[in-house]
């Protein structure tokens, strides 16, 4: 009898030890969780913030007068090129072939 009462107070305290690491570990996670929770939604407060500001910077009628007042104006039509193009002389430095002879020919 008295060995039955010293194994199930020992297992009483194991269960205690265990049930109060488990307690411990579940509140450092929860509190990671809520840590990470506050960064997504800073990050997606600052993802709005962005976007409101680049649509209030690329508005035409702001645009417009910084571009006359730097002496730009709109590309020419044989200023532009496809996007494989432009990837293409950025990765060589050069034009390809079929451009450059194209330019040639003009």
Do not use: W
Not at 60 to 79: F, H, K, S, W, Y
Not at 91 to 101: N, Q, S, W
């Amino acid at each position: 009898m008295r060995l039955l009462n010293v194994t199930a107070f020992c297992f009483a305290v194991a269960s205690a030890f265990l049930l109060y690491s488990l307690n411990y570990e579940t509140r450092h996670l929860e509190a990671q969780i809520q840590g990470q929770e506050r960064a997504a939604q800073k990050a997606k407060s600052d993802i709005a913030v962005l976007k409101a500001e680049r649509s209030h910077l690329s508005r035409p009628e702001r645009i417009d007068p910084l571009a006359r007042q730097l002496g730009l104006m709109p590309p020419r039509p044989d200023q532009l090129v496809a996007p494989d193009v432009a990837a293409a002389i950025a990765v060589t430095g050069k034009a390809p072939v079929a451009l450059r002879r194209l330019a040639e020919s003009e």
